[in-house]
């Protein structure tokens, strides 16, 4: 059994700043991949930013330089540190995980229960 339990999320002014963090638990050989989705209502899910294998994270254009992701990978949590939010932000954040349990061969993604981040007045 894996989870992946999030905290944060709310709302917050234009130009605020807020920040998710998501823990994966279970039974998990290796983490090879953590990061950060966001959907909309009425869109497809969209990344917003990942780290895979240790390698330098990736950000969606419309969150460069406003977003910062970071994990631990002794804790098995990834973080996402959101400044100069806009209303465009406004979505429902889904944590990612891509995986391989204790009790598997093979990979697989998981996801949490997502958290809403409204950014209004």
């Known amino acids: 059994q894996v989870q992946l339990v999030e905290s944060g999320g709310g709302l917050v002014q234009p130009g605020g700043s807020m920040r998710l963090s998501c823990a994966v638990s279970?039974?998990?050989?290796?983490?090879?991949?953590m990061g950060w989705y966001r959907q909309a209502p009425g869109k497809q899910r969209e990344l917003v930013a990942v780290?895979?294998?240790?390698?330098?994270?990736n950000y969606a254009d419309s969150v460069k330089g406003r977003f910062t992701i970071s994990s631990n990978n002794y804790k098995n949590t990834v973080d996402l540190q959101m400044n100069s939010l806009k209303p465009e932000d406004t979505s429902v954040y889904y944590c990612?995980?891509?995986?391989?349990?204790?009790?598997?061969?093979?990979?697989?993604?998981?996801w949490g229960q997502g958290t809403q981040v409204t950014v209004s007045l």
């Open positions: 780290i895979t294998g240790g390698g330098p994270a």
């Open positions: 279970g039974n998990i050989f290796t983490i090879t991949a």
């Open positions: 990612y995980a891509e995986l391989r349990r204790t009790d598997s061969s093979g990979y697989t993604d998981y």
